[in-house]
């Protein structure tokens, strides 16, 4: 069962009350002007954040959630990794503290402790213990206009797909993070452009982790590649000197 | 001083500044030194210590490759000096991760969780394997100079082609696996430098430049212990290096031209031009100097060959791994402290280097007895006839005073600000100038707010009102302003002036008064502000100081707002709006600002929700 959560666009007023309700959720300090942040309002203290856009639009930027997510496939230590339901959750004991997943991440999600002596990687984990126990997330359930919902991802991509059919015009005919990097459980509809939320403006269809499947495919068989070639270059090698000794043995 | 002693000390101060960083980036974290941020993750040291200098220890396993399994008995002097740079590059290479990681004590975790899709993690795998690969190879070497572990020695040499296999097989994995972790950022990494060829670009280059690293690295011996270096078979070295170099080149400009990148690379970004330098660092000047038999054989042309093919494959890396890497809005720039850890570790690599040089047998003639150099003869002060110990002695004592005193300065030189604010900007809180209108924007969001002075002094009513807001503590303190206390604008700060309490000039209060005998005189025990100054807080405010802090001016003022609106909304319940955010967070901002903050916005986005504190209460009427 994956689970996910539409976002839409067209409903947010900007009343913060989701970045609030996470906040407390998750027991996070106030947030100051730190000079490790990105201005989009994320930070370690901030797993979600409102990015205001020109004439009143309110995005919410929270971790996409990806189907296929860079960021799991590239902790060399599966700190991050996904649950049954479809959510992208974080391990602290295991994490060595090598930042690979921030620079993996496509939408520049994970963001780290840059002051603390002993720091962990922080984002958003679709409040797994809440939705493992049948709730739903912080944010959603604190949102007074039902921008934000949560649900089975089937379903809420079948609902995206409704309101934008009902109300021709309103909306921009995609709905945000069905197909991106492989598909993502956190989903908009909006009737303006949503790129600014990832690095490049149109990410691709392909899910990043395929991009170095080929390559760790192939460590196995190179290590023993190399070995047999190296092998069978030292067998020639000596042969050859054998040979060449032998001979000059019996010119001599 | 000679050369040598010049070297030293200037490798030793680096050491010195170095660790005196790396043990405060342990003690404060990594915010309190470097520049690494949410957008920049990885600085110079992954980009300059970690990645780079793994391909640039490639020569270990090129050279042994060359001499154990092609059998060409020629280079056999250079094996041990190979290993031994191969073995100092990884080991500089790995003390840079271990000052780079979040939680270094945690860097072996890889060994029990396993991840098979991720490159990292078989670059983490192969780095240890091959370090103690390359520690066994070495091994025998610093033997020799002992009686003991001589079956061991004797083990370790019989067994060496094993050692030599492992190493190459181990090697070709993660050079090229440290290519495969930049696969997964087509979207970050430049065009000109992202290629799904990645990982064989990072292992031919690797193998290209291997070589030519321990060519340098014994010049520079020669140079610095003035000897005589053995061009004929350096030069034969520098050919395989050359033959490689033309490989990788085609490699590189055959990918660039198959995916329609060439004319990427004459656009005139400063990218390009960096394309370009890096490429002729790499490419042409190796391959022109290394080319040209006569050239090659001599020693100007050998050295910079060898020379900027390094600096180019550094760069290569540094580029890949960082420069290329950045995403918008990230201004990374190294700290000087991360420029202080990125040499200081480099330095230490060679400091190693040079001692193995001067006491083992590195390359099958033995160094002179470094006793019996003249720079070695007993040594006077500068009094003359006083002797200040045998020559090893005074050796010691000086490069320890040198690496003492670097690592005093080191500390001396720690950001005290930087470490304190823990990060936050710092701005202290000046007096208000006034205005009926303010934009009030404590935490440059964008997100604040048009505060009206005088429709608040209307609706509040009139003068009367003036102690709602000013201040608290009235009316016994008409003359303080808020800054005064709440002097820093995101960060609490320290409010009770012991000096001036207990000076004649101040207060003039006795120890005992606030101390009192016969508690130990100690902050915890001390008697409160509130027990003295009773008219200090407000009513309505819960808070007791009794931590000394006054908090900073953003929460204060944004507390104060927040209390008297939440107040106002359930007393009214047609003002329910007035308790909700955007009624003031509204989201739109002065003409007179919107200059610089509107369209894409100087700073796009809300950063800050400041929650008032549970503890604070409205009173009730
Ligand atoms: S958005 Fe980034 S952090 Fe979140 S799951 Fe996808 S890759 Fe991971
Ligand atoms: S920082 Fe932690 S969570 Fe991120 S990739 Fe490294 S080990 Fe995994
Ligand atoms: S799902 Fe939970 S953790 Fe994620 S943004 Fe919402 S409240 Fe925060």
């Known amino acids: 069962m994956s689970m996910a959560i539409l976002t839409d666009i067209t409903k947010c007023i900007g009343c913060f009350e989701c970045v609030a309700a996470c906040k407390k959720t998750n027991g996070h300090e106030a947030d100051k002007p730190y000079v490790f942040h990105i201005n989009d309002g994320l930070s370690a203290h901030n797993w979600t954040s409102i990015v205001q856009r020109p004439d009143k639009h309110f995005v919410r930027k929270q971790c996409r ?68 126990h049948g709730k739903q997330p912080a944010c959603t359930a604190a949102c007074p206009t039902q921008a934000t919902i949560f649900g089975e991802r089937k379903e809420l991509i079948a609902e995206a797909h409704r309101r934008i059919k009902e109300n021709p015009g309103k ?60 092998g069978g270059l030292h067998w020639l090698v000596r042969r050859r000197q054998k040979l060449q000794r032998e001979n000059e043995e019996s010119e001599g | 001083m000679n050369r040598v002693d010049v070297f030293k000390s200037v490798l030793w101060t680096l050491t010195g500044l170095a660790v005196a960083t790396a043990i405060t980036r342990f003690i404060f974290g990594l915010g309190a030194v470097s520049n690494l941020s949410d957008s920049t993750p990885w600085g110079i040291w992954k980009g300059l210590n970690v990645v780079p200098g793994i391909a640039l220890a490639a020569g270990g396993f090129v050279v042994t490759a ?45 060994v029990i969780y396993w991840q098979f899709h991720s490159a990292l993690f078989e670059v983490s795998w192969c780095v240890m394997l091959y370090l103690g690969v390359l520690l066994l190879e070495f091994l025998p070497v610093p033997l020799e100079e002992t009686s003991w572990f001589a079956g061991l020695r004797r083990f370790l040499t019989k067994y060496k082609l094993v050692l030599v296999f492992l190493g190459i097989m181990i090697s070709c994995l993660h050079q090229s696996s440290l290519g495969t972790l930049f696969l ?22 690797a193998i290209a430049v291997g070589p030519l690293v321990v060519i340098l690295g014994v010049l520079v011996i020669c140079y610095m212990y003035r000897k005589e270096a053995d061009r004929k078979t350096l030069s034969k070295l520098a050919y395989l ?46 391959i022109v100097l290394l080319g040209i038999r006569k050239l090659r054989y001599s020693q100007a042309g050998l050295a910079i060959a060898c020379f900027s093919a390094v600096i180019g494959l550094g760069l290569d890396r540094a580029n890949i791994a960082g420069v290329m890497l950045q995403v918008p809005g990230s201004h990374y720039y190294p ?90 900007e710092e701005i202290t809180v000046q007096k208000a ?26 609706n509040l009513g009139q003068k009367e009102s003036c102690i709602r807001c000013h201040h608290m503590n009235v009316p016994l303190d008409k003359e303080s302003g808020c800054w005064e206390c709440h002097s820093s604008m995101y960060t609490a700060t320290d409010i009770f002036r012991h000096d001036w309490h207990a000076s004649p000039n101040g207060a003039a209060i006795a120890c005992d008064v606030c101390h009192e005998p016969p508690q130990e005189r100690q902050k915890a025990s001390a008697k409160k502000c509130r027990d003295c100054h009773v008219d200090l807080y407000a009513d309505s405010t819960a808070d007791t100081l009794d931590t000394y802090l006054a908090m ?26 007035l308790a909700q955010c955007p009624t003031c967070h509204t989201g739109s901002q002065p003409d007179y600002l919107k200059a610089d903050m509107r369209g894409e916005l100087r700073r796009p986005a809300p950063n800050h929700v400041m929650m008032p504190p549970a503890v604070l209460q409205v009173k009730e009427e």
């Not at chain 1, 303006?192 to 392909?206: E, H, N, Q, R, W």
């Open chain 1, 65 to 132: 959630h990806c189907l296929d997510p860079a960021c799991a496939s590239a902790c060399p230590v599966a700190a991050l990794h996904q649950t049954s339901e479809g959510i992208v959750i974080y391990d602290s004991h295991k994490c060595i503290g090598c930042r690979y997943c921030m620079i993996a991440c496509p939408y520049g999600i994970p963001r780290y402790d840059w002051d603390k002596p002993v720091p962990y990687v922080q984002k958003c984990n679709m409040c797994y213990e809440r939705v493992k």
């Open chain 2, 433 to 458: 100038r006034g205005g009926d209108t303010l934009f009030i924007d404590g935490n440059l969001d964008a997100f604040g707010t048009l505060f009206d002075h005088a429709r608040h002094v209307d």
């Open chain 2, 66 to 110: 060359v001499i154990y399994v092609l059998k060409r008995e020629e280079f056999h002097r250079y094996a041990k000096v190979a290993v031994l740079i191969a073995f100092l590059g990884y080991l500089s290479a790995a003390t840079a991760l271990v000052v780079e990681l979040g939680l270094p004590w945690l860097v072996w975790q890889p």
């Open chain 1, 171 to 230: 909306y921009i005919n995609k709905v945000f993070g069905e197909f991106e990097v492989g598909g993502t459980s956190v989903l908009y509809i909006s009737d303006i452009d949503l790129g600014f939320l990832s690095y490049v403006a149109i990410p691709g269809t392909k899910a990043l982790p395929k991009t170095t499947a080929t390559a760790m495919e192939a460590v196995l068989p190179t290590f023993f590649g190399v070995g047999a070639v190296m």
């Open chain 2, 184 to 205: 997964i950022t087509p979207e970050k990494l430049h065009p000109l430098w992202y290629s799904a060829l990645l990982p064989i670009e990072f292992l031919v280059s």
């Open chain 2, 335 to 424: 700290t000087i402290y991360e420029v202080f850890v990125s040499l200081g570790i480099v330095a230490g690599a060679i400091i190693v280097f040079l001692f193995c040089v001067e006491h083992f047998k590195i390359w099958d003639v033995k160094w002179k007895d470094p006793r019996e150099r003249a720079e070695y003869c007993p040594k006077f002060g500068l009094a003359s006839d006083v002797w200040l110990g045998s020559p090893g002695v005074t050796e010691r004592v000086k490069y320890s005073l040198i690496f003492v005193l670097s690592f005093a300065l080191g500390f001396a030189l720690m950001p005290q600000d930087r470490i304190e604010s823990k990060g936050v």
């Open chain 2, 552 to 577: 900073s001016y953003v929460d204060a003022m944004h507390i104060l707002c927040v209390d008297c609106h939440r107040w106002l909304a359930s007393a009214d319940t047609t003002r329910a709006a």
């Open chain 2, 241 to 286: 290096g050359f033959i490689v170099t033309v490989i990788y080149g085609l490699i590189r400009f055959i990918d660039l031209g198959v995916n329609g990148k060439l004319p990427t690379i004459f656009d005139g970004s400063w990218q390009s031009t960096v394309f370009l330098i890096e490429i002729a660092l790499m490419l042409v000047i190796p």
